[in-house]
């Protein structure tokens, strides 16, 4: 059996490392040209390529400012990519109706939320609320009762649509198995 050795470092810092070096750490510069700051913002350089610019916080907000995602492609191909792009995000809505927290605390979509303003509710409001705002905007604004005011027309539409995407969220937010 080997015998035992001793050892000096009882953890105390001034008799180990540290757990550094001496040399120099290797700073990537920013891939924009004149520019010195460290790059550490990753851009793509091209729509699914894995090469990457490289530029500091300044520069990445510039570059993507001016990012357009279907540059170069034709319309046919731009209008398949956004599909397909769009279809494979859509695979995270799926259990949207389980509705892990209630009204008026974040889970409100974009959409409802410019519906509720066309009421003028507020995002914590119930959907019996929702139907009395459209009611007395129906009555209010209802062709029959404005002919030929354009104003109220519109109005009327886009109480109706508002009222559309609340009702479906709404019928989403209690979906019940059948």
């Known amino acids: 059996m080997p015998k035992a050795r001793r050892s000096d470092n009882w953890g105390f810092p001034r008799w180990g490392s540290y757990d550094s070096s001496r ?3 290797q700073v990537r510069i920013c891939d924009r040209h004149g ?3 460290p ?5 793509p350089k091209s729509p699914n390529s894995p090469e990457r610019w490289y530029f500091c916080e300044k520069h990445a907000a510039e570059y993507n400012r001016g990012w357009d995602y279907f540059e170069g492609l034709d ?3 731009r209008a398949k990519r956004e599909a397909d792009e769009t ?3 859509n695979a995270y809505q799926e259990a949207k109706h389980y509705s ?3 009204s008026g605390d974040g889970s409100r979509s974009r959409d409802e ?3 509720l303003e066309i009421f003028d509710l507020t995002p914590d409001v119930d959907f019996e609320t929702v139907k009395k705002a459209w009611r007395a905007m129906a009555k209010e ?3 029959d009762v404005n002919p030929g005011d354009e104003e109220a027309a519109r109005k009327f539409q886009a109480a109706q649509a508002a009222f559309d995407v609340l009702k479906v969220a709404e019928e989403r937010r209690v979906w019940k198995p059948s």
């Open 75 to 77: 319309k046919e191909e």
């Open 35 to 37: 520019c010195n700051e």
């Open 113 to 115: 939320m410019t519906a």
């Open 87 to 89: 279809r494979d995000a």
């Open 100 to 102: 892990w927290m209630g």
């Open 39 to 43: 790059g550490d913002c990753p851009a």
């Open 23 to 25: 040399e120099a750490q």
């Open 141 to 143: 604004y209802h062709p």
